[in-house]
């Protein structure tokens, strides 16, 4: 029972991963210029913004390709996790330190609060973890089984 549960939670975990980055990285795509000039208006990111602007989204779709193949499942759970870890810190930072916030987000999630846009971040940066470390925990198991049936 225990095992079923955190597969499923797994499951759900990886689908909400490829949903949300697959989402804000095309939104991000589709408003590219948008985004682009979003990203400039930060200034500790004006720098490196138009990379940044092509950089993001792209890794954002690749994560979700690589999330939804058992060959790259985990490249693409390490990369989200690392994705969605920057993103959390961003949004605190924006939070603590900035008082013009502007949001460089893509679709929906742009219309969120800063506070509030932490919580979602927070909220996909624990899924993304979860789905790690779970990742983790059954390919130890399988490991440990084929060197039992091994030996």
């Known amino acids: 029972m225990k095992h079923q549960i955190s597969k499923t939670v797994s499951q759900v975990a990886k689908f909400l991963l490829i949903l949300v980055f697959t989402y804000t990285g095309i939104s991000k795509l589709s408003g590219h210029e948008q ?21 993001l989204p792209v890794a954002e ?44 987000c893509g679709g929906v999630i742009a219309q969120l609060t800063w506070k509030e846009h932490l919580i979602f971040n927070f909220f996909f940066m624990c899924l993304s973890w979860v789905a790690l470390i779970d990742h983790f925990k ?3 198991k399988r490991i440990s089984t084929n060197t039992k049936e091994v030996s």
């Open 35 to 55: 985004f682009a000039a979003q990203l400039s208006l930060q200034p500790h990111l004006a720098p490196i913004s138009l990379f940044l602007s092509w950089l």
């Open 61 to 104: 779709v690749l994560t979700s390709l690589f999330i939804l193949f058992d060959q790259t499942l985990l490249l693409g759970l390490l990369s989200g996790t690392f994705l969605m870890t920057a993103f959390t810190i961003y949004v605190a930072d924006m939070l603590l330190y900035q008082s013009s916030l502007p949001c460089s």
């Open 138 to 140: 059954q390919r130890t």
